[in-house]
């Protein structure tokens, strides 16, 4: 089992360079006409089915070495929707051929890849509610639909970057920069998580479980700025906690996952404001002279296509399967939980984009605004519904 599960981690850490290589071949593709393009774009193309293929074998190796699908946990299945990412990118590539889709596809499959691995990896035993086939059934469906919506907002975010004016400052540059800013968050989490576990810091917090009767603890491995409420830290030398977290913030180590998320805003905001610095202008604006190659009609057509594929696969493993799942598991088919809740608000909005799509005519940029949207709202319910509200799903 042991040497299964360290395989599985070096082929993940294989797929992951292999990735890396394939942007940057992706890379040579941009902005020049040179007749070397369409060879780095073979050479890319080819890199990253290696490297899906790679981390296919690290999913099937986990598989085989946890005795379960390995989507039980926030590692496992952030890694599953990075790997779902690229299959949906693979597919469209070779129904399109539009190289630039790589050079933003795979990085934020890299991204979300990292930030699986920031994540706990020991392999746990299932918890009774899931243990059931309905495990690997419904989320992985799941994740393939959000995989292949995903880069409905790639094809969006490069459309809106190749479309809007960034000579001067608008709403929608503004808008365009706040995107772009959530992103580097995420690298911002990286960075902060790798460098507080590179320190070894751990601070140590006591406090009353949800119902008030025992005392849990929680360990923290970035400094205290929130703390658990009616937490009292019991780890001498280390920082002071600024503040408790909300009493309605009573999901599993609360006061530890929130307290993640401001280090992430803190060094995401910093990392952003560098490359200002950097740059002189905005992220979008030093993008858009790479882009003058792309087709915005092109763009627009991807953009519709990822919904239309993905959005079947959402109604299936998001609603249908989830709600199966749910009667076997706790005896009903619909509980209100805040991940059923916020699955139906996805589920709607996809709606409302073919709808507008369809019958009103939002194409172009109404289009990829509204499938910035949507994937705003996927990573809500990954992250903030995962780590800060409270849940049936907590465990996750």
Known sequence: MNNLVELSSTLLYTAFLLYL???????????SKRKSDGKAAKIGITLTIIGFLTQLGYFITRWIGSGHAPVSNLFEYMTFFGMATVLGFIILYFIYKVTVLGLFALPLALIIIAYASMFPTEISPLIPSLQSHWLYIHVTTVSLSQGILTISFVSGLIYLIRQIDQTKTTKRTTWLELILYGLVLFIGFIISSTLFNVMNYQAVFEYPNTTGE?????????????????????????????????????????????????WSFIFGTGLYLLLRLVFRKRIGATIQPLL???????LDEITYRSVAIGFPLFTLGGLIFASIWAEEAWGRFWGWDPKEVWALITWFFYAAFLHLRLSRGWH??????????????????LIVVNLVLAGLHSYA
């Open 364 to 381: 172009g940029e109404k289009s990829a605004w509204l499938a910035a949207i949507g994937f705003g709202i996927i990573m809500f319910n």
């Open 292 to 298: 003058k190659k792309a087709r915005p009609d092109l």
């Open 21 to 31: 290589v394939a942007t940057l071949f992706f890379s040579f593709t941009i902005g």
């Open 214 to 262: 025992t005392m849990v603890q929680t360990e923290y491995h970035m400094p205290a700025i929130a703390a658990p409420t009616d937490g009292k830290l019991i780890t001498d030398g280390v920082m002071k906690p600024w503040f408790e977290i909300p009493k309605w913030m009573h999901g599993t180590d609360a006061g530890r996952k929130f307290n993640t998320l401001i």
